[in-house]
Every structure is written in structure tokens, then in C-alpha cells.
């Protein structure tokens, strides 16, 4: 089925002596517009309010409406309406008017070169389709841009999710290890409560009182770093993050919750070291980095030997980190997987595969670079570094 063909732009012409109409008419009936003539303002305007207009060539001086009356009402009605005002009167004032009201071009009486006239209405058609074009690329731009703004928005929440949802799924290899740091202090609780209530002495039941509170205050204190650490980062503002606390804070999560096999983790991260970031997004970072990093290296060293070390520091320029072990190391073929999604070098069952591909999006997220250097049987270093200004 053939398209539509085209419809004909509206040509309006205007001037109060025939002859000038039936020749200008004659010079544009056989040509790609629609033509309508009219011999004075007032026709001419219910023309253009009743049919449009595309073009418009009008006469300055008519009987009833000046021209330049014409011109506004052609804009108000098509504000990509072109106008050629024609006049006997070749003074500077009523150039400059025309242009002023945004008129394409002006032509002097007599009309002595009609297809010069032609050429006019041409190049002003011409203008027309440029500003048309333009119009269509603008609004097509800001369709687009609402359209990339709302994917952005969709793609922003899914990272979210997807970060949440894998620190959740830590959770529960967290939650075994922590299980056993609680429940030593609460076997205590629960020894020294019996004994209170067949205790006489009361300084016997103050002291068993205190432990008590010791070991509840333990309790709490672990609760309340899991509880910190599963919390949706989303509902965090961003603050600016010492980098010496939340190291620890992830060291001690890391250390209470799994099985050390006598790797040593150390810290040398000065005090005055920043972010500006989610406290909970950059804990995260260190959980899963030091996490990975323990249990690689407790493989790898059996007892005792292993070694994980968080180093950072800061200059003008950057904020820098780097986690260290003398584990396994990585093989050079692999290296440039280990920040893709699902991939794993533990055991089925034994990961999910996206905790460095985690780490990676939070870093990126806040204009930070991270990179892995390894040795085969040596160790593995991953290096951070962030915008001082992040």
C-alpha cells in the first residue's frame, strides 16, 4: 500500500491591486504549494484562521490591515509560519521593522523580477524545513532523554536491589559464625541468672549482676554491626566515611563470623582518610574483599602463615586502598573474569559469584578504579583508588 503523498504547504498571497494578485498567482499555481489569494487584510486573516498558513506574501500598505499585521497573526497561528512582506516604500524603518518581527525577507515594488520573488518564498520554505527538522530532532532528543532518564532511574534501583540482595545472601554464611560469638556470652547469662535466683549473698548477686550486663553489652554490640551491615544502603545518606572505622568495622564483622584458620588481618589505615559515600556501601566493599581474601588464604595456609593486610592512604589527588594476601593467588588467564557476574572459583553451593562483581559496582559508583594483581601460588593484591573529592 503507497503512502500518502505529501500535503501541499499553505502559500497565502495579499495585495490590494489585481494585477499584482493574477501575476503572482500565475508564478506559483503550477508549483508545490497551495495557493490562496486574497485582496485585502481582513480576507486574508479569516484565510488563515480557518485553513492556516504555511507562507505568507503580503502587500505592507493594504486598504484595511497594515501587513505587519498579517505577520503577527501568520505567527500566532503557525509558529513556523515564513512571511515576504512586499512594499513601494524602500526606507530603512520599515526593513528593519520587518525583521524585528521576525520576517524572512522583504521585496521593493514594482515587481519588476517575479521569479526573484519566487526564489524568496523557495529559500523560505527551505528555512521552514530546516526549523521543522529541527524541531522533530529536539522533541525526539527529549524523548529519548526521558526514555535513557527513565532506564537510568530502572537500571540505578536494580543495582540496588541486586547489592542488597547479595549482602543478604552473606548474611547467612555471617550468621553462623556470629551465632557462635553469641552464644558464649549467653551461655554465661543464662549460668549466672540461675545462679542469682539460688544466690542469698547479695554482693554474690551484685557482682553476677555486672557479668550480666557485660556479656549483654557484647551481645548488643554484635547485633547491632550484623543489623548495620544488612541494612539497605538506599535509605542511608551519603556522608563522608572514615575510612580507619569502617576497615575495622568490617575486620571485626569478618572476624566474628568466620572460620580464621589462623590467617592474621591487619590494618594500617591512617585516621584521616575520607570518603564521601554510604558507610554501608564501602563496609560492604571490605567485607566481601577481607571475607574472600580469609578464606582463600586459610586454604592455602592450613593453621597458621596466612596474612591479609588493608593498607590506604591519601594525597591531593586521590584516595587509595589496597587489600593484600599471600593466599593462592589467582591464575593470569582468569584475572579479568573475577569482577564479572557469577563467576567463582569455590565450590558449588559455596558462593554466589557476585560479591566482587558487587564490589566493583560500588566502587565505579562513586568514580573509583579497582584493579587485581596476582601471583599463581604467592598471594593477591586489589587496588582502589577514588577522586580526593569523591
Not at 539460688?198 to 551481645?219: F, G, K, N, P
Not at 559496582?361 to 604467592?378: L, N, P
Amino acid at each position: 500500500m503507497s503512502s500518502p503523498a505529501p500535503q501541499k504547504k499553505h502559500l497565502v498571497i495579499v495585495d490590494d491591486e489585481p494585477v499584482i494578485v493574477q501575476i503572482l498567482h500565475a508564478v506559483f499555481e503550477d508549483g508545490p504549494y497551495r495557493v490562496t489569494t486574497c485582496a485585502n487584510g481582513k480576507s486574508a486573516m479569516g484565510v488563515m484562521r480557518t485553513e492556516g498558513v504555511d507562507l505568507l506574501l503580503t502587500d505592507k500598505n493594504l486598504p484595511d490591515i497594515n501587513g505587519l499585521e498579517l505577520l503577527k497573526l501568520a505567527k500566532e497561528v503557525n509558529e513556523f509560519a515564513e512571511v515576504i512582506i512586499v512594499t513601494g516604500y524602500a526606507s530603512l524603518d520599515t526593513a528593519l521593522t520587518a525583521l524585528e518581527l521576525d520576517a524572512f525577507d522583504y521585496v521593493l515594488k514594482p515587481l519588476n523580477n517575479v521569479f526573484e520573488i519566487k526564489k524568496k518564498v523557495q529559500r523560505a520554505s527551505e528555512k521552514q524545513d530546516i526549523r521543522l527538522e529541527n524541531r522533530r530532532l529536539v522533541n525526539d532528543l527529549e524523548r529519548k532523554n526521558c526514555e535513557l532518564a527513565s532506564a537510568l532511574s530502572e537500571a540505578r534501583k536494580l543495582q540496588a536491589e541486586l547489592i542488597q540482595s547479595e549482602k543478604l545472601a552473606g548474611i547467612g554464611t555471617l550468621a553462623a559464625g556470629i551465632a557462635h560469638e553469641i552464644s558464649s556470652p549467653l551461655f554465661g547469662i543464662m549460668g549466672l541468672a540461675e545462679a542469682i535466683v539460688e544466690e542469698d549473698e547479695t554482693r554474690l548477686c551484685h557482682d553476677y549482676a555486672s557479668e550480666i550486663v557485660e556479656y549483654s553489652r557484647t551481645i548488643r554490640d554484635i547485633v547491632v554491626e550484623l543489623s548495620s551491615y544488612s541494612r539497605a544502603s538506599s535509605a542511608e545518606y551519603l556522608t563522608t566515611v572514615e575510612l580507619s572505622k569502617t576497615v575495622d568495622d568490617a575486620i571485626r564483622l569478618v572476624e566474628r563470623s568466620s572460620e580464621l584458620g589462623g590467617v592474621e588481618i591487619r590494618s594500617d589505615v591512617p585516621p584521616a582518610v575520607y570518603l564521601n559515600a554510604r558507610t554501608n556501601e564501602v563496609q560492604q566493599v571490605f567485607v566481601n574483599l577481607v571475607k574472600n581474601a580469609v578464606e582463600a588464604t586459610a586454604a592455602h595456609h592450613p593453621g597458621e602463615g596466612g596474612r591479609v593486610t588493608v593498607t590506604a592512604g591519601s594525597d591531593d589527588d586521590a584516595v587509595w586502598i589496597r587489600v593484600v594476601d599471600n593466599g593462592p593467588g589467582i591464575p593470569a588467564d582468569k584475572q579479568g573474569l573475577v569482577f564479572d557476574p557469577f563467576y567463582t572459583t569455590k565450590a558449588p553451593g559455596k558462593g554466589t559469584g557476585l560479591g566482587l562483581n558487587i564490589v566493583y559496582r560500588i566502587v565505579t559508583k562513586y568514580r573509583g578504579t579497582i584493579q587485581v594483581e596476582s601471583i599463581e601460588g604467592a598471594g593477591t593484591a586489589f587496588s582502589m583508588s577514588f577522586p580526593a573529592n569523591t
